[in-house]
């Protein structure tokens, strides 16, 4: 499975938490993150972690690509609750294609682990069939030609 993390900064600590405690089914896929979100989970977990650029010069805008061609299949984004910060475009344009590609997503902790754990158990296999960079589908790609 392909997994994108994403952590505003004043998440970063509870996101490196929640990948310590859940590294052993996370360590089983591959993951992308922006790029201070993923050193400090790296670091944290020595978890093999796809690092993009920063979120503020347009990793969120990579990890929103991806989604929108359809090649995440989770998404862990944990966003700041502050009540004065509004969520910027990219914010809202993840959740908007992440709903509409069908790919799951946690902006929070009791989410992300009823997710992460469903995940153990298989139950987000069904996404293997319709990302076009599964190992399912490439192998499927191998048998049409």
């Avoid at 475009?89 to 997710?115: F, G, I, K, S, Y």
Wanted: proline fraction near 3%.
């Amino acid at each position: 499975m392909e997994i994108a993390i994403i952590a505003d900064d004043n998440k970063k600590e509870l996101m490196a938490e929640f990948c310590i405690a859940y590294c052993g089914i996370l360590s089983r896929h591959n993951l992308c993150a922006t790029q201070l979100t993923g050193k400090y989970i790296s670091e944290a977990t020595g978890l093999e972690i796809e690092q993009l650029m920063s979120g503020s010069i347009g990793g969120g805008e990579q990890i929103l690509s991806r989604v929108a061609y359809n090649e995440i299949d989770l998404v862990f984004y944990f966003r700041s609750t502050e009540p004065n910060e509004t969520p910027g475009v990219t914010e809202q344009n993840m959740l908007r294609l992440c709903d509409e590609h069908n790919v799951p997503v946690a902006t929070n902790l009791a989410t992300a682990e009823v997710l992460v754990l469903a995940l153990d158990r298989g139950e987000l296999n069904w996404r293997e069939l319709v990302n076009p960079t599964s190992r399912l589908a490439r192998n499927r790609g191998v048998q049409d030609t």
